[in-house]
């Protein structure tokens, strides 16, 4: 799959997101990641077909199968980015704190016998994807499904209704405090800087 939308958005020489990465294991891996940017979201991170394959998730995900979350289709990212953390300088592209939220790895809730990716990728095309999320967080049955009539874009990330889920959840509860505070203080000063700047 091409990088190329994911390297022409961002400056190398600026930022320290990963360029690159190949997948090693015949496992494939799940990252979310918490992102406090000039809003705050969560991004979904499935490795499929040697990239990973990426979802902006404004009210993070849910183990609630009630909760049927929105999820923005972005560009694939590097496999490296599973394990990036850190601050994204401001002045570049999704610029803010990047925290890993969960992790792990996740398998194709309907395997026909043929080849992962290929499956994987076909689901994604046809607008359902179903999988089976093994995290410390996200654990059992969820689907991505492809919203009809609105953004191309726009899809729902739904929990299934299985031995994991529960009747009320909120990401920002299973996150620490100190991450959340550490996110404020970086958007905090980042709007400092943007005021001096401006009054320049």
């Given amino acids: 799959m091409s990088l190329a939308k994911y390297k022409q958005k961002r400056d190398f020489t600026q930022t320290t997101e990963p360029f690159a990465g190949k997948a090693s294991g015949k496992k494939h891996i799940f990252v979310i990641q918490r992102h406090h940017?000039?809003?705050?979201?969560?991004?979904?991170?499935?490795?499929?077909?040697?990239?990973?394959?990426?979802?902006?998730?404004?009210?993070?995900?849910?183990?609630?199968?009630?909760?049927?979350?929105?999820?923005?289709?972005?560009?694939?990212?590097?496999?490296?980015?599973?394990?990036?953390?850190?601050?994204?300088?401001?002045?570049?592209?999704?610029?803010?704190?990047?925290?890993?939220?969960?992790?792990g790895t996740f398998e194709l809730l309907r395997p026909d016998g043929g080849h992962f990716d290929k499956e994987a990728l076909k689901e994604i095309k046809s607008g359902d994807l179903k999988i089976v999320m093994k995290g410390k967080k996200l654990r059992g049955e969820f689907a991505l499904v492809k919203m009809k009539g609105?953004?191309?874009?726009?899809?729902?990330?739904?929990?299934?209704?299985?031995?994991?889920?529960?009747?009320?959840?909120?990401?920002?509860?299973?996150?620490?405090?100190?991450?959340?505070?550490?996110?404020?203080k970086a958007k905090e000063e980042m709007k400092k800087t943007g005021k001096k700047k401006a009054r320049l």
């Avoid at 729902?156 to 509860?173: F, T």
């Fill in 37 to 103: 940017a000039s809003r705050l979201h969560y991004d979904f991170r499935l490795e499929v077909d040697g990239v990973l394959k990426s979802w902006a998730v404004p009210k993070g995900p849910s183990m609630n199968p009630e909760d049927k979350r929105l999820a923005m289709e972005v560009e694939d990212h590097p496999y490296d980015y599973k394990d990036f953390e850190g601050t994204i300088p401001k002045g570049n592209y999704g610029a803010g704190t990047v925290y890993i939220w969960d992790k």
């Fill in 150 to 184: 609105r953004d191309e874009n726009a899809w729902l990330l739904i929990k299934h209704r299985d031995k994991y889920a529960v009747a009320e959840y909120n990401s920002e509860d299973y996150t620490p405090e100190k991450v959340k505070a550490r996110g404020t």
